[in-house]
């Protein structure tokens, strides 16, 4: 027992040195810790600006540590933003490799692989200058992504150094779309896009570590952004994301995120978004 409240301490502790780096809306190159597992349940809520509703994205996700650096998340997607109806819209699974780490005291730097792979079963509507969906509303959309939207396999790199309560990330990544279960791509959406991030994140309380039941508050802005970069459709757009995270006794997490588009030329029907998430951890799994 004793052995365990030390264990439960010590990663208690490591967490709390890295909490300003738990990004809300992109991953750090650092690991959740090995023989560790995380549940999450994330809530998205978009401005349908071309179907004049609000659409709902939920996620519910399970991570594990495999080991201090490597570790999986299995994901699954229920939404209405490709139909009327909340409607289950598949899965993915996501692996990150930590593959360089540089540790000083108070900082460190960490760079990271990771691999994301997506099959989903959502129908696909006609990319038009001046369209119509099924309802005869206007509507038009370029942007496609692997959270649900449509199946795909994406890779890439991230570097995140982290400076006392500060923390700042960055991801360059690539994504290929592909067909859904059960419909082919339109032939003038694009099938290639690039995806690049720029993170910020402050622990701001406690000033003082004392405990590692204190509650932690973290604030993060994060820039996000695409580009499609094959024939069919080109565009980009960058969006900002402020967010304000909760962390509770060092196992549970709230974040909340709210996101917009700052700048760009590609027409999306979800430039607008508001994340509201719970993550729980379990450590030393196998002496449960």
Do not use: C
């Not at 909340?86 to 108070?106: C, M, P, T, V």
Request: net charge positive; no cysteine; hydrophobic share 40%.
């Amino acid at each position: 027992m004793k052995k365990y409240i030390i264990l439960l301490a010590f990663v208690s502790i490591n967490l709390v040195a890295q909490a300003q780096e738990l990004y809300v809306n992109t991953e750090p190159a650092s690991n959740m810790p090995a023989n560790s597992m995380g549940i999450r349940l994330t809530n998205k809520f978009f401005n349908m600006k071309f179907e004049g509703n609000t659409g709902m994205r939920f996620e519910p996700e399970v991570m594990f540590g495999i080991s201090k650096n490597l570790m999986v998340h299995g994901i699954g997607y229920l939404s209405n933003n490709m139909q009327e109806d909340i409607r289950f819209e598949g899965g993915s699974i996501y692996a990150k490799y930590r593959f360089l780490s540089k540790d000083d005291l108070h900082s460190h730097f960490r760079m990271a692989a990771y691999a994301k792979g997506s099959l989903i079963d959502n129908p696909y509507y006609p990319v038009l200058n001046a369209g119509h969906d099924h309802s005869g509303r206007n509507y038009e959309n370029e942007e496609l992504d692997l959270e649900g939207m449509t199946s795909g396999a994406g890779a890439g790199i991230i570097a995140t150094q982290l400076i006392h309560k500060l923390a700042i990330s960055g991801i360059v990544g690539y994504n290929r779309h592909m067909k859904n279960l059960k419909n082919e791509l339109p032939s003038n959406v694009s099938r290639s896009m690039v995806n690049y991030s720029l993170s910020a994140g402050y622990l701001l309380l406690p000033v003082k570590y004392r405990s590692y039941e204190q509650t932690n508050l973290n604030l993060y802005v994060e820039f996000l952004g695409k580009s499609n970069i094959d024939q069919y459709r080109a565009g980009y757009y960058v969006d900002v994301a402020p967010a304000i995270q909760f962390i509770f006794n060092s196992t549970t997490r709230l974040d909340l995120s709210y996101r917009t588009q700052l700048f760009g030329d590609m027409a999306r029907n979800m430039d607008r978004s508001f994340l509201i998430r719970l993550e729980h951890n379990i450590f030393n799994l196998r002496n449960k």
